[in-house]
């Protein structure tokens, strides 16, 4: 992996994009054993249209999941500072799921170098996250 250097970025570079092909009721499952979120909402598809869905959904956290790993296919995950998420729609079985992210600022603070990153994750109907990190460059 070769790492960005701060004096190499500017504000509006963009970081690599990670794309998801389908999310599946595979993926859902396996995840809610990962992360013990067992949510019947996740893989109970009577539930799901007891709720007035169509089908289960994925879990807000998979996708920000998928942001984290954009973020650690482009630095380690040890100069990752901070991920704040803001959920804005759901992700169905089928979506697929593209992540990117832009720097935003270069700023100073604790004798670290850091850039904030704008991150989105989008469904081919909706944007799901909007999210931001901060990490430190050398």
């Not at 973020?71 to 089928?94: C, D, E, Y």
């Not at 270069?106 to 909007?130: C, D, G, W, Y």
């Amino acid at each position: 992996m070769k790492i960005p250097k701060f004096e190499s970025l500017k504000e509006g570079d963009e970081i690599p994009t990670l794309k998801i092909q389908s999310v599946s009721r595979h993926t859902l499952a396996l995840y809610c054993g990962a992360s013990g979120d067992h949510n019947p909402i996740h893989v109970d598809l009577d539930y799901a249209k007891s709720v007035g869905l169509e089908d289960v959904i994925a879990h807000g956290m998979l996708s920000a999941g998928y942001l984290g790993r954009m973020l650690t296919n482009w630095v380690p995950q040890s100069t990752i500072r901070s991920i704040k998420n803001r959920f804005t729609a759901m992700t169905h079985i089928g979506d697929s799921i593209t992540c990117t992210g832009k720097v935003t600022e270069k700023f100073e603070k604790e004798n670290e170098k850091l850039v904030r990153i704008e991150m989105q994750a989008h469904t081919p109907n909706s944007q799901t996250i909007i999210a931001e990190a901060v990490i430190a460059l050398e």
